[in-house]
């Protein structure tokens, strides 16, 4: 079955901190990537996305995320972290064709300031 | 002019009662979705209808059921609430291929 695994399920970090979040899926085929955040209370919205192209994606507030196919992963990163960033952040893939997508469990990140 | 809005943010009520959430969409989607999140944050998908058709339909007990009365809309009516049923249950909409999902703002449901 296609999962998706997100391997930090916590992290703490202080502002100026640089932030990687690992993000595995099981699918041999065509996926779409995404990343999704959700602060405080709010609902979940589109960081950034990949479908095809350029590996390395950019999406808003400064983060990236890089997908490696031999590694079946879509690590999310920002250089530099703000305490604006503390969030709960969802990886998630789209596999095949159909309308479905598999999430993560999603990582809590705290940014102390 | 939210673009996905949930009605009511905030439900509270027994356990036993019948409740219905709301959800509609002003992006010219053909996609619903309901989801389920749990307070350990874990999403969890229920539903999806693609216009006004049912093409998702996970392991949700029976007490859980969507209409989709036009491609716009999609609400969510509960039966016999439980305690269990306590959690933020989010609408979403995704247009196409693409499959780019955007979430209301949730509704709060909690049962006592």
């Known amino acids: 079955a296609q999962s998706v695994?997100?391997?930090?399920?916590?992290?703490?970090?202080?502002?100026a901190a640089s932030l990687e979040l690992g993000c595995n899926y099981s699918y041999?085929?065509?996926?779409?990537?995404?990343?999704?955040v959700q602060y405080p209370g709010q609902h979940l919205q589109l960081l950034l996305?990949?479908?095809?192209?350029?590996?390395?994606?950019?999406?808003?507030?400064?983060?990236?995320?890089?997908?490696?196919?031999?590694k079946?992963?879509?690590?999310?990163?920002?250089?530099?972290?703000?305490?604006s960033d503390t969030a709960e952040y969802f990886c998630a893939v789209n596999a095949g064709n159909n309308r479905k997508l598999i999430w993560g469990l999603g990582t809590s990140l705290a940014v102390n300031p | 002019d939210t673009a996905v809005s949930q009605?009511?943010?905030y439900l509270v009520?027994?356990?036993?009662?019948?409740?219905?959430?709301?959800?509609?969409?002003?992006?010219?989607?053909?996609?619903?979705?309901?989801?389920?999140?749990?307070?350990?944050?874990?999403?969890?998908?229920?539903?999806?209808?693609?216009?006004?058709?049912?093409i998702i339909n996970e392991t949700v007990p029976n007490r859980f059921s969507p209409k989709s009365p036009d491609k716009a809309h999609l609400n969510l009516h509960i039966n016999s609430l439980e305690l269990g049923d306590s959690a933020v249950y989010f609408c979403a909409s995704s247009h196409g291929s693409t499959n780019i999902q955007y979430f209301g703002a949730g509704t709060r449901l909690s049962v006592l």
């Open chain 1, 28 to 36: 041999g085929g065509t996926v779409n990537l995404f990343w999704y």
């Open chain 2, 13 to 54: 009520t027994q356990m036993g009662n019948d409740k219905s959430i709301k959800c509609e969409q002003n992006l010219g989607h053909d996609t619903m979705y309901w989801y389920k999140q749990d307070s350990k944050k874990f999403l969890k998908i229920m539903f999806s209808y693609n216009n006004k058709e049912l």
């Open chain 1, 49 to 70: 996305k990949y479908f095809s192209g350029d590996p390395l994606v950019k999406g808003i507030k400064g983060f990236e995320a890089e997908f490696i196919k031999s």
């Open chain 1, 5 to 15: 695994s997100q391997h930090n399920h916590h992290v703490i970090l202080s502002e």
């Open chain 2, 7 to 9: 009605t009511p943010k």
């Open chain 1, 72 to 83: 079946f992963s879509f690590n999310l990163r920002k250089p530099s972290v703000q305490w």
